[in-house]
């Protein structure tokens, strides 16, 4: 009998003579609700509950690192380049360490648990999600959530452990974490379809990252075509019993008076909780349409916002709005990261938050008041008919920006003379007033552009030196509205040019990334940068390039240069910073106090995917990163994730 074989049928068996599950003992285990103070695993997608994506392990550490080698590589068996019949691939997937396993999913849908110390699969579920005609036309999943009941006798029933995961179609699946098998009464047969339910608008829902697990609530956000309709589906966010998938409650961003006119403020990127508080903490999104507002002149206090909610009942604690009326697809693109930071001498419970602008906002978690000066400051006026942007936006007077945000056509760039002419004549036909120029017929300036800033990675924070770090793309975008009855498939869109319906308004929206001929972006680089920010201060310790990119004419960039990123960063009491994240195919290790590299490996295709670390029973502390490389970036592509760790 084949090994692989044998191991599953055990499993079956082990599962068949286990006792059913007894749905008034299955309530959360505290250890679980409490692990933000145990930073030695790393149960959640963030690391912790709260994100801070920090682990107090330091075997590996700034002497020992430069030792670390390859200790498994798992193959998922799922590549695709794109095609009529299945999207392409794209790895970003972060996995959790719980119950001594390794948990996570794979691009066609497919959760999975590893043996931490060799990678051996143990066990594969598949929920059979469509692998085309996905949000984008991509494959991807982010991770999966752990769950445990509260007694040892619950633990021991079938699905007393429980992995909760959301596939791409809008399914919330809850499966057994020993075997894999679907918990059978959890919602309809072990899932609980999120497209049945009412959204308010139009479209289809899609999960991109993993949920939030609290007690016994298990919440998730959404994603939605904000650029496809007017009236896109609404941003509920929906909390469910652990165990019997009961929806509990849900929270609208949308007011009931524009539900009708418009949609989205969802929260498409990961969440995190407060597990003392028992509050849950999202980034929301833009309202829809994404760069045209006439249909939500109101105001959506909730779009564009860190929002805190009880988890028990899904009541608005308190919200901060970190763009007004966006115009840009200015989403807010990552997880609250939960720290204490020392604050005028004292320790203060915060929310650090990263944004696709580059603004870094950090606000008290109680009252979600700013703790560093933040100002509204006038910003232009659009030119759209029966458009009002808003007149100010809020810009944060520390932590300073960690990427460009003003770019003037006498600041273009390219390789040669005549690239950098071309980038320079590009500059000077959008309109270009600084940050937050509106989006208009005659085109318009997007620096930072669309993809951030930072994005879904995150903010990792340190509590042993206040540091937090952030990963940013600095490149600069056009966005334009066509009129509809003016819009030239063949004149207006190239290769580069992306294109979104806008229905039922009068234009369609196109946007790039601006490139010079030879292509280079035609902004200055760096074009990637990790920065540290002291927290007890707000200034920048100290910002590096990092990454490297392979240019159309075959040009390897130098590392001064840096390189766009997607991704994030994790940083351990071994006085490291670990990261993918750059196109280059590279893991990477900095020096946290100084931004100085000190280690680097070639990894399959590009991580752009969060790293995670651990220690396994072996003893041994194991640094783990998926490198899937990206499909819709056109980067090499892969199916490995890799675990280092020293010899």
Known sequence: MRPALAIALLALAAAACRPAPDPAALRASPQVASVEADAAGWPSYGGQASSTKYSALDQINLKSVRNLRVAWTW????????????????GEMTPIYANARLYGCTPFGRAVALDPASGRELWSFDPHKPRSGNMYHENYCRGVAYWQADSAEARAQTCGKRILYAAQNAVLHALDADTGRACTGFGAGGHVDLAALDYKGEGKPANTSPPAVWGNVVALGTAV?????????????????????????????IPDDLSAVTGAANAWAPLSV????????????????DTLGVNRIGRIPDANAVVALDMRTG??????????????????????????????????????????????????????????????????????????AALTQPMPVLPRPVTSQLLKADDAWGLLWFDTAACRTRIRQLRNEGPFTPPGIRG???????????NWGGVAYDPTTGLAVVNSSNL????????????DAKRDLHPGVSYYEMQGSPYVMLREVLMSPLGAPCNPPPWGQL?????????????????????????????????????????????????????????????????????????PAPATATPMTFRHSDGRQYVVVSAGGHGGFGTRLSDAMVAFTLP
């Open 75 to 90: 193959h998922s068996g799922e590549i695709a380049p794109g095609s009529a019949d299945v999207d392409v691939t794209v």
């Open 444 to 454: 318009s300036l997007l620096h930072p552009s669309f993809l951030g800033g930072t």
């Open 531 to 603: 920065t540290a920010i002291d927290m007890k201060t707000g200034l920048t310790r100290w910002q590096v390039p990092f990454g490297r990119l392979q240019l159309s004419t075959g040009l390897l960039t130098p590392t001064s240069w840096g390189a766009p990123n997607q991704g994030g960063p994790i940083v351990t009491r071994g006085g490291l910073v670990f990261i993918g994240a750059s196109l280059d195919s590279q893991l990477r290790a900095f020096d946290i106090q100084t931004g100085r590299q000190v280690w680097n490996a070639p990894v």
């Open 476 to 487: 600069a975008a056009s966005v334009r509205l066509v009129p509809r009855a003016k819009f």
């Open 274 to 289: 407060d597990a003392k508080r028992g509050w849950l903490f999202l980034p929301t999104g833009s309202a829809s349409w």
């Open 225 to 253: 075509q904000d650029n496809m309709y007017r009236n896109s589906l609404d941003g509920i966010v929906r909390g469910f019993d652990v165990v019997t998938g009961k929806e509990v409650w849900n929270w609208n961003p």
């Open 315 to 388: 009541r608005k604690v308190w919200s901060y709005q970190t763009v007004h009326h966006d115009l840009w697809d200015y989403d807010l693109p990552a997880a609250p990261t939960l720290a204490t930071i020392d604050h005028r001498g004292r320790p203060v419970e915060a929310v650090i938050q990263g944004t696709k602008t580059g603004n870094i906002f950090v606000l008290d978690r109680q009252t979600g008041q700013p703790l560093f000066p933040v100002k509204e400051r006038p910003v232009p006026r659009s030119d759209m008919p029966g458009e009002q």
